[in-house]
Every structure is written in C-alpha cells, then in structure tokens.
C-alpha cells in the first residue's frame, strides 16, 4: 500500500465511450501525475498537476482530458479513444523528486 | 524521447544468486530512482540516491550513484522467488527551469526456485 489509490483497476471501453479514471493520494502530496505504460515502452509521462494546477502536458490528445480540484484528487477523463490508448494508466504523487505510485487502471479499448 | 540505457533487458537466474543491473545515460543527473513492479500493479519506489558515489542499502538491495552522476547500478543479494517482476531505473535531469524524471526500459527478473 503505496497511499496512492485508482479506480477501477480494470476497464473496458468501447471507442464510442466517456469514461473516469480516479486517483486519490493520502500522502499530503503538492504534486500528481498521470503516466502511461504500454509494452517495451518507457513510462510515459502525461500530465503533471502542482498545488492544483497543470504544470505540463506532453503532447497528449485532447481525448485525454485530466482534472485536479483539489491535491489529493486526480482524474483523467477518456471519450473517443482509440485501440492504440490501451495502456497501464499509473498516477503518482510526490513531494520533491520521488514520486509515490498507485496500482495502475489497465485499460482496453475495443 | 530520452531515455535511459537499462541492462540488462531480462534475467533468469537460480533461487539464491547474486543480481547486478544498471543504468547508463549521456545525460548528468541529480537523482537515481530505483523501483521495482509486480505484474498488475504499480512501481514501488526501492531505492533513492541523492549524491554522486552515494552507496545505500535496502535489505538485500543495494544501489550506488556513479560518480560521474551518468549511471547508476542496483544488486540484489541471494535472490528469493518473491524479488520477480521489472526493476527500473529513473533518473532525475534538470534543463533549465524544468526538471524531468527520465524512465530505463525495465530489467525484468525471474527466479527459479
């Protein structure tokens, strides 16, 4: 037990579909991120939230769409997404450099 | 995008061996992270090292910062079944005004009992 949790740890959507994604972090964490894992891949960072605000986005499709109110709470809101987005989404928080991370959503897009 | 050169890609050793795995870069680094994950579930952050020829243990895990801060190594000491999954390595690069944490590849572990 990390102190990072996400939910669901699983999920299925179709292409068509508007899905969440929730991370919530009891560590009293300033910062929180969304990172994507896929196969023979490095980890790949997505956003990064400091004291509720984005501090970066690398480059991700607007079909992601994340969401911070408040510094324990991170999501990522799906729609439209395509085969290819089938990942481990991992969320992570971190004071400093080293970064804390929950279980991961495996998600499978059909 | 960057990337660490992780190595070895996998390793299948016998219950009881020593393991050696390390991280290599172009690139200087502040900080080495080092974490292990279990399938289905998240990196599990093992080991931190802050300065350069930093040498720190963690049970059987030991980890040292390179002295040049462009590589770093981890060794697990008389391997256990339960020490299987990936190991990666991050390393910490600051450009600038922006600091970036940058991802190894993995070394993936299988122990046979």
């Known amino acids: 037990e990390t102190g990072v949790t996400q939910t669901p740890r699983h999920l299925v959507m179709g292409m068509t579909n508007k899905k969440s994604l929730k991370c919530e972090q009891h560590?009293?964490?300033?910062?929180m991120y969304w990172y994507k894992q896929s196969a023979k891949k490095p980890l790949e960072l997505m956003f990064v939230?400091?004291?509720?605000?984005?501090?970066e986005n690398n480059s991700v499709p607007s079909r992601f769409s994340p969401e911070c109110p408040n510094s324990s709470h991170l999501f990522l809101h799906l729609h439209t997404l395509q085969p290819e987005d089938s990942a481990l989404y991992l969320c992570?928080?971190?004071?400093?450099?080293?970064?804390?991370f929950g279980p991961g959503t495996r998600l499978l897009v059909l | 995008g960057q990337q660490l050169n992780q190595s070895p890609q996998s390793m299948f050793i016998q219950e009881g061996e020593d393991v050696s795995m390390n991280c290599t870069s172009s690139?200087?680094?502040?900080?080495w992270l080092w974490y292990k994950q279990d399938p289905g579930e998240g990196p599990v952050l093992l080991i931190a090292?802050?300065?350069a020829g930093e040498l720190t243990s963690n049970g059987r895990l030991t980890a040292q910062f390179g002295i040049t801060r462009k590589d770093s190594f981890l060794n697990i000491s008389a391997s256990i079944p339960s020490d299987v999954g990936i190991y990666f390595c991050?390393?910490?690069?600051?450009?600038?005004?922006?600091?970036?944490?940058?991802w190894g590849l993995g070394t993936s572990l299988a122990v046979n009992p």
């Open positions: 992570a928080s971190s004071v400093q450099e080293t970064q804390y």
């Open positions: 560590l009293g964490h300033n910062a």
């Open positions: 939230y400091n004291f509720k605000e984005q501090t």
């Open positions: 690139s200087i680094f502040n900080t």
């Open positions: 090292l802050y300065k």
């Open positions: 991050a390393g910490l690069l600051n450009a600038g005004n922006n600091r970036k944490l940058i």
